[in-house]
């Protein structure tokens, strides 16, 4: 085993021989948005990503189905399924079959396995100082989805944060074989302050995030925030900082940005400042949703927080 559970990685990784080794994540949710083929499209980018930020390929997965069958019609099921199977084909993985069982709510996700050459191995203990943070997604889906589920969200905030969740981290595998990446991991729902914080503790390295460079989907994010629409998971995590991050002058709206939990989120690389241009243009061939510094590691302050904000 080269990757476990201890320390709190996107994905297990299980060496088969000298240059090959099985990467394997599972994961599955209840539905974020009212389209049910958008919801299965979401959902299985969420899976697929945790393959991708370990900088492997999804070779075959698993679907996990729970629905309460007197209330939701097959034809829904149905939809949710080919949501699904549509983003498992974009990245050339196969649905090779799955399981489901009654639930009193919907459930839906994927268990992936993918595969990855052990010398490119992606995992979230291998960041060094003067690495530089750059984040592939803005924050706020969290916020974004709470207001839809309010009734609240414009049409075009909407429309904005399906196509956003709905995006797989591709980009991951191609700067892993390319051996452009020191370490990664993808922002899910522990926020990404709460992502960075198992990064650093992974690596036994500090950090510092300049808040203002952290990009946000719109400007309505901010304003449904000042609403009081935030989820109660984004709010946790905001409660689970106290200790390892110096917040300094940072407002309240923004620290509830930079702890949002996030569904299907970008990806937080850390990049040797040499490598920076090469990862910024592939990142704009990729068309990322956002490709841009946020901060950087530096060495473990022995006294203090693992994260200070700067700037």
């Known amino acids: 085993m080269l990757v476990s559970s201890k320390t709190f990685d996107d994905a297990g990784v299980y060496r ?15 539905p974020i948005v009212d389209d049910p083929f958008s919801y299965g499209q979401i959902a299985a980018a969420n899976s697929l990503s945790d ?7 999804p070779l075959t997965a698993l679907n996990i189905v729970g629905f309460p069958t007197d209330l939701v019609r097959p034809r829904v099921i149905s939809s949710i399924l080919r949501g699904g ?32 050459d052990v010398r490119q191995v992606t995992t979230n203990a291998n960041a060094r100082p003067g690495d530089l943070l750059v984040l592939t997604k ?41 051996r452009l990446v020191r370490a990664a991991t993808d922002i899910t729902g522990y926020g990404l302050i709460g992502h960075l914080v198992s990064l650093c503790r992974a690596s036994r390295v500090s950090s510092d995030i300049n808040p203002s460079a952290v990009p946000m989907i719109s400007e309505e994010i ?6 009081g629409c935030v989820p109660d998971g984004s709010r946790q995590n905001l409660h689970a900082t106290t200790v390892a991050v110096d917040w300094r002058d940072t407002d309240d709206g923004r620290r509830i ?16 400042e040499a490598k920076l241009k090469s990862v910024l243009s592939i990142l704009r061939k990729a068309r990322t949703p956002s490709a841009g510094v946020i901060g950087k590691i530096v060495s473990r302050r022995r006294r203090g927080p693992l994260i200070c904000m700067t700037g």
């Open 16 to 30: 088969l021989d000298r240059h090959r080794a099985l990467v394997q994540t599972v994961d599955f949710f209840t």
């Open 222 to 227: 901010g304003e449904l925030i000042t609403l």
């Open 138 to 178: 803005p924050l706020g889906t969290g916020i974004a989805t709470t207001a839809i589920k309010r009734g609240i969200a414009s049409s075009t905030l909407r429309r904005n944060v399906v196509t956003l969740m709905s995006k797989i981290n591709t980009v991951g595998a191609d700067l892993a074989e390319l």
């Open 85 to 116: 199977l549509a983003k498992a084909a974009e990245v050339g993985c196969v649905i090779i079959g799955g399981h489901s069982i009654r639930n009193p709510e919907p459930i839906y996700g994927l268990a992936v396995t993918g595969v990855v």
């Open 257 to 272: 940005l930079l702890t949002d939990a996030q569904t299907s989120g970008g990806l937080l690389l850390c990049v040797a």
């Open 51 to 57: 393959i991708f930020a370990m900088g492997g390929r």
